[in-house]
Structures are given as C-alpha cells and as structure tokens.
C-alpha cells in the first residue's frame, strides 16, 4: 500500500529567515516549511506535513534520505570514534573508499583513474579538474558549452552559461568559450561539426584550448542530453587538438542516468571526470576529480583545502558502493524505472503537447515558461510534492526522485504532477478533463 503526501494547512512562520539569513536564499522562497526529518523519499515539516521529494537535493541523494544501511556505517564508525577530520592523512576510511572505488567502479569498467580529494563542493572538483587541464597542457582556453552549469566558484563560473549566476561574480569570467551544446541549434545542425570547423580555422578566433568540460545531461541547464554520437566526436575533437576531455559527472553520474558514470558504453573515455552530490550517498560533502594517472602533474599540496575529503563521507560513500553498485541489478532497475519515468512524461507531453528532456532518471517536461512550471511546481507543493525546475528560463519541470523509489510511488508523484499541468495548461483534446487521476488513485492510502 502506498501512501499519499500529506502537507501542512498551517501558514508556516518564517520570520527568523526573513530577519536573519541572507537574500541568498532561493529554495526556500517557493517551499516555505521548516522540514525537521527525512527518511527514504519523504520529508517532514514541523507542522506534521509530509512531502515526496522529487528534488532529491539536486540528485544529492540519489539513494533517498538516510539511507538505513548508510546511516548505521556512519553511526557505527562516530561510536567508535572514527577520523573525522584528518587533512588528507591517511585514515582507514580514505583506504576503504579508495579500495572499494578500484574494486565495484573502476576495474568493472575498465577504468584507470586517480582520486583526488578536493574541497567538499562540486564547484571545488571542477576548479580542479580546469586548474589541471590548464597545467598539463600550458594552455588558458576552456570550451565549455551553452547551458552548462558547473559551480559558483570563479574558475567553474566562468564555464557556466547562466546568466543570473554569472552577474553575481563581480569581476570579468574569462578564458572559456561557450560554443552551442548538441541540439542548440535545433536537430538538423550538428554542433560538434561547427566547434570542428571553429577549431580548424587558424582565423576563427578560438585559442587552442586546454580542455573541453561538457556535462552528458546539463542537470541545471534544461535536461538537454547530448547524444552518444556527439559526445564521441567531441572526445575525438579534444583529442585531436590537444585538449583535455572533462566530464562533469556532479549532477548526471552516481547512477542517475543508470550506469554510475553517465559516459558509461558510450565508446570514449574522458580524460578526468568530476563527482560530488550523491557520492557520499547521504547527502554529506564530499566531491572528486578522477585524472588519468599521466595527467597527475600536481606538486604536493599545490591544491590544497581543510576540508579535502570527509572522512564521514568516505565512510557513508563506501557503504553505498558496497551496498548499490556491486551488484548490476541495482543499474539495470534504475534504466527501467528511467524508462517508466519516460513514459509518463511522454504522455504527458502528449496530452498537452509539451516536449520532454533527459535521460535514466534525469528527464523532465518543457512547459514552455518560468511562469508556467513555476505554477506547476507551487500546485505541487500545495499537494505536497517537493519538485524544481531547470533550463534558461526555468520552463523544465525536473524530476529527480530518489533512484530507489518504489514504481507506485513514482506513479503517484507523477500522478500529481499530470493533475497540476492538467490545472494550468489546456489539454489537446478538449473533452479531456480530469484525465487518468481518478483510477490511479485508487488503492492509495492517506
Ligand atoms: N557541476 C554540475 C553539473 C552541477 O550540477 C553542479 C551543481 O548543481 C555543480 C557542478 C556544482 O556543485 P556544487 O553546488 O556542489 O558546488
């Protein structure tokens, strides 16, 4: 039996955020309620409320809130009196980590990669990964591509495309150039043909660069997933020029798409990868940039940073390599629940003729405008469904439920966001009303 949300009736008082905390603030604005426990898929507010989340702090927690079998590593290991701070000396739980990575992730698939533990942040990781690229190869220039979303930190900023992000920095961004992802110019350009003719032209204005940084599926730029064609004739361009091939992996990899990397049988190998959000598993900072072992010109200490690996972390990290990844099945039924998650949208996006984006369990709809999915996204909440939006103008609904979300849970979140498209965009056919909430609410308990 599965159980609807239940949010609060009560106005929430939010006076001390508003009196206290800075203007920073964004999620919290359109979900006013103060959550004070969480477990698997559900989040509590101090009011009783109770919310599916389908934001999964941003694909942090890909495994779902406190994860039983993680937590109890994680209490296990504070009982005892684990490390938990040790620089980057060696601990036990840093060898576990690095060992179980070898061991369930990189030798499986062939892969041959140093860790290096960054600061805690994804942003860090990516900082890493371009301050690499630009010492390896002695060069300034870094393509990244339009919509791309990499950190706020100066160095990944300057890679982002948005706007609104970028106008905090206060400063000029340089040395990136933002040439069009797959599809930015519509299905008949292939862009990866125009960065080809770009970087052949000794006349085109574009320096030789150090790297090329590309996400599989851009998490905040709109779900627009590249194809596995384009994706290789980038890699083969970087190659060819002399570039490094940087994947970041913060938002898509950890299993979101299905395989832990979202490059996974897609015929390329990048140079370095950057991992934070579900790494950890529990929604603990800690981020990594793997580098092929020839990359790792770094002098001791010449990226430093208190904070380089959380040895918490690594211990809730281990658990979940342990625990989803040495097994096969788990990738094999999240590609199937991706494949559910697809379905529905699609049928969404015919019933009210929309378009739908992503891939695995990374996907979401284009409504078309902020205003729009911003509407959607508070009935939703209303209901008591915890979801976001992405893309230039915030036109996506994303759905990142947890991975391990059970199939009729799945269905009833989506369930409630048909029913809120259905309340603010008309359907096609216009004897369609209600639509197909009435049956699938069926069996589901309060
Ligand atoms: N890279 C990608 C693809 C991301 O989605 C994000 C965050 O959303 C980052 C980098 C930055 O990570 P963090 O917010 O942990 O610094």
Redesign the pocket.
């Known amino acids: 039996m599965i159980t609807r949300p239940k949010p609060s009736a009560k106005a929430p008082d939010t006076k001390i955020y508003e009196r206290r905390e800075s203007g920073v603030r964004s999620y919290s604005r359109a979900m006013p309620r103060q959550f004070n426990k969480a477990q698997g898929v559900w989040m509590h507010d101090n009011e009783g409320g109770r919310y599916l989340d389908f934001l999964s702090g941003?694909?942090s927690l890909n495994y779902g809130h406190n994860h039983p079998v993680l937590k109890q590593a994680l209490v296990d290991y504070i009982a005892g009196d684990g490390v938990t701070h040790a620089l980057d000396l060696h601990t036990d739980a840093k060898a576990e980590f690095l060992s179980e990575l070898e061991n369930v992730i990189l030798k499986p698939r062939g892969l041959n990669y140093r860790a290096m533990f960054t600061g805690p942040?994804?942003?860090?990781?990516?900082e890493a990964a371009i301050k690499l690229a630009r010492k390896v190869t002695g060069r300034e220039m870094v393509v990244a591509f339009t919509n791309?979303?990499?950190?706020?930190?100066l160095g990944?900023l300057a890679c982002t495309g948005n706007a609104g992000k970028r106008g905090g920095a206060g400063v000029p961004l340089s040395h990136v150039s933002h040439e069009p992802f797959d599809g930015y110019y519509g299905p008949d350009v292939d862009t990866a043909d125009l960065l080809e003719q770009r970087l052949a032209d000794p006349s085109s204005g574009l320096d030789a660069p150090a790297a090329f940084l590309v996400?599989t599926v851009?998490?905040?730029g709109g779900l627009n997933a590249a194809s596995p064609e384009w994706l290789r004739k980038i890699a083969a361009l970087a190659k060819k020029h002399g570039a490094l091939l940087i994947v970041?992996?913060?938002?898509?990899g950890c299993g979101r798409t299905g395989g832990f990397f979202s490059f996974e049988d897609m015929g390329f190998t990048p140079d370095i990868v950057?991992l934070?959000?579900s790494l950890s598993g529990m929604g603990l900072?800690f981020?990594l940039t793997l580098l092929r072992p020839e990359l790792d010109v770094w002098s001791p200490g010449e990226h430093n940073g208190t904070f380089r690996g959380n040895n918490h972390a690594f211990v809730t990290a281990t658990a979940a390599l342990r625990t989803f990844w040495a097994d096969p099945a788990f990738a094999r039924d999240v590609t199937r629940r991706g494949a559910l998650l697809e379905r529905r949208l699609e049928d969404m996006a015919k019933r009210f003729d929309l378009s739908t984006r992503g891939r695995g369990m990374m996907r979401g709809i284009n409504v078309g405008s902020g205003d729009v999915a911003a509407k959607i996204t508070g009935i939703c909440f209303k209901e008591g469904l915890i979801i976001e939006t992405s893309g230039a103008h915030d036109e996506i609904v994303k759905v990142l439920a947890p991975l391990v979300i059970e199939d009729a849970t799945l269905e009833l979140g989506l369930d409630i966001l048909e029913n809120a498209v259905a309340e603010t965009i008309a359907p096609v056919d216009a004897s369609d009303s209600t639509g197909r909430q009435t049956s699938r609410k069926l069996g589901i308990a309060a």
């Open positions: 941003c694909s942040t994804g942003t860090n990781a990516v791309g979303f990499h950190g706020m930190t990944a996400e851009q998490g905040e970041d992996d913060i938002q898509a950057t934070a959000k900072p981020a």
